[in-house]
Nanobody, 124 residues
Framework: QVQLVESGGGLVQAGDSLRLSCAAS????????MGWFRQAPGKEREFVAT????????YYADSVKGRFTISRDNAKNTVYLQMNSLKSEDTAVYYC?????????????????WGQGTQVTVSS
């Protein structure tokens, strides 16, 4: 089993920055892509960003491209999401997930382990 624990969420104002962290424990193995998803109240979960197993490839949702950066430190079994220029529409619970694949992938169905989520609230 793999446990994923997100941290770093909070209440910020529009234009501020936050950095989310996702620490993996248990049967950790860095040979998998990782991703961030989010779910806003009343909306379906959506893809935010993904990074391949070595960190060489990343993909982003159009809504966050240029503002968010995903990265990983395999020595620390940790994935990060740097969020800049936050907007009110970024308000959501953010989830970290581990893919079944090595390549970066956007599809939630390709992820088999999920964290509990961390709340990000952006006030306008």
């Amino acid at each position: 089993q793999v446990q994923l624990v997100e941290s770093g969420g909070g209440l910020v104002q529009a234009g501020d920055s936050l950095r989310l962290s996702c620490a993996a424990s248990g049967r950790t193995d860095s040979n998998y892509a990782m991703g961030w998803f989010r779910q806003a109240p009343g909306k379906e979960r959506e893809f935010v960003a993904t990074v391949s197993w070595r960190g060489g490839n990343t993909y982003y949702a159009d809504s966050v491209k240029g503002r968010f950066t995903i990265s990983r430190d395999n020595a620390k079994n940790t994935v990060y999401l740097q969020m800049n220029s936050l907007k009110s529409e970024d308000t959501a619970v953010y989830y970290c997930a581990r893919s079944r694949l090595r390549v970066a992938t956007r599809g939630a169905d390709e992820y088999d382990y999920w964290g509990q989520g961390t709340q990000v609230t952006v006030s306008s």
